[in-house]
């Protein structure tokens, strides 16, 4: 394939944007776009209800751990990275829909694992059951950890293998 400024030249080429600290009045804007983002996966796995999934983002949501991603100054989505015992957690990762697919959420992903490398730090998530993003997350080095009926855990070794660049 060819390459244009280090990058594949069919690859998608993510909008400019920006990450934010998240404030507590970004609970609802949040909650609202994961219900949207979930809503066909969880229906699929008989899971989805209109009240519980946004609720589920309002009790975890920790605006100290939490960015907004912007385009244009506007909000396109938002992703948390949760410090614990032994990993990081990456959480909330939701992005509107007319961005998935656009590079966005490689882009931003890449840069909070570097920042995750450099720290030595591995990162830890889970990901709904036949997900797209799984593929996502496995481009990206995360191997699967441990699964059930919902939930598939991945884990991330400090530098596992990334994407060409």
């Known amino acids: ?65 939490t960015w907004v991603i912007e385009t244009d100054g506007a909000f396109a989505g938002c992703v948390a990275l949760r410090p614990a015992a032994d990993a990081h957690w990456l959480e909330h990762f939701y992005l509107a829909p007319h961005l998935q697919g656009t590079g966005l959420g490689t882009a931003v992903l890449r840069s909070l694992l570097d920042r995750c490398d450099r720290e030595r730090v591995p990162v830890r998530l889970n990901v709904l059951q036949g997900s797209r993003a799984r593929r996502l997350y496995a481009r990206h080095g995360f191997t699967p950890d441990s699964e059930d009926p919902v939930d598939m855990f991945m884990v991330r070794l400090p530098g596992a293998a990334a994407p060409e660049r």
């Open 1 to 65: 394939m060819s390459r244009a400024n280090g990058r594949h030249a069919d690859a998608p080429v993510p909008p400019d944007w920006a990450l934010r600290p998240a404030a507590p009045a970004d609970a609802e804007p949040v909650a609202e776009l994961r219900a949207v983002v979930l809503r066909p996966d969880l229906e699929r796995l008989g899971r989805y209800d209109e009240q519980r999934v946004r609720q589920r983002l309002r009790d975890g949501f920790e605006p100290e751990h």
